[in-house]
């Protein structure tokens, strides 16, 4: 089984500055991560994703995370935010074998960028 | 490419009435597709696994009685709630899975189910 912990439920910041919001899973297993967002009433759009190559992963947006094995962490950044970034940001892994492809989410973090 | 729909978007329904949520994928054939419910301020659960022709997998804890899924073709995936009650006023998310591709998820806008 896995599990998705996403520490900070809100995270406050100022139009224009950096943004880190944390992600960290545990699981038996080798795993795929993911990154979505959601804008209220609406479903979840993905952001990024990381398979495999790479633990720095570019996503849309001006997102990136960087996949860290040892720490079990995916942690999202973006370097300078802005108002249209508001939103409820969801970590999310499913294995890469077994497990019928299900996505198990994090808590997820409201992201509210102030002026 | 990759658009998934649902419909309505919204419903209100009286206790005790059955209601009807499809989930669509337009532009891409979905063997798989997936339901989930999202409270407020929450995350989503996933209720079920529906992959077409073939009974959906329910996750332990929702009643398969209640929640009726079928998967149709491999396009159309529907979610109906049976004799509904205020408890199951919430919102309802599906995902479709394209065929070939395991490490995708696409999800449709979601389904604000309102039960009075």
């Known amino acids: 089984a896995q599990s998705v912990t996403q520490l900070d439920s809100q995270v406050p910041v100022f139009e224009e500055a950096p943004v880190e919001l944390r992600c960290n899973y545990s699981?038996?297993?080798?795993?795929?991560l993911f990154w979505y967002v959601q804008y209220p009433n609406q479903g979840l759009q993905l952001l990024l994703k990381?398979?495999?190559?790479?633990?720095l992963v570019k996503g849309i947006n001006g997102f990136e995370a960087e996949f860290n094995k040892s720490q079990t962490s995916f942690h999202l950044r973006k370097p300078s935010v802005h108002i249209s970034d508001t939103a409820e940001y969801f970590c999310?892994?499913?294995?890469?074998?077994?497990?019928?492809?299900?996505?198990?989410f994090g808590t997820g973090t409201q992201l509210k960028v102030e002026l | 490419g990759a658009v998934v729909s649902q419909h309505p978007s919204w419903v209100i329904c009286k206790s005790g009435t059955s209601v009807k949520i499809e989930c669509r994928s337009l532009d891409f054939q979905a063997t798989t597709m997936f339901w989930y419910r999202q409270f407020p301020k929450q995350s989503l659960m996933l209720m079920a696994t529906s992959n077409e022709g073939s009974k959906a997998t329910y996750e332990q804890g929702v009643e398969k009685d209640k929640f009726l899924i079928n998967h149709a073709s491999l396009t159309l995936s529907t979610l109906t709630v049976t004799s509904a009650h205020p408890e199951d006023s919430s919102f309802y998310i599906c995902s479709a899975r394209p065929a070939g591709v395991p490490s995708e998820q696409y999800f449709g806008p979601g389904t604000r189910l309102t039960v009075t």
């Open positions: 990381y398979l495999s190559g790479s633990t």
């Open positions: 999310a892994v499913t294995p890469i074998t077994g497990g019928g492809n299900k996505l198990t």
């Open positions: 699981s038996s297993v080798s795993v795929y």
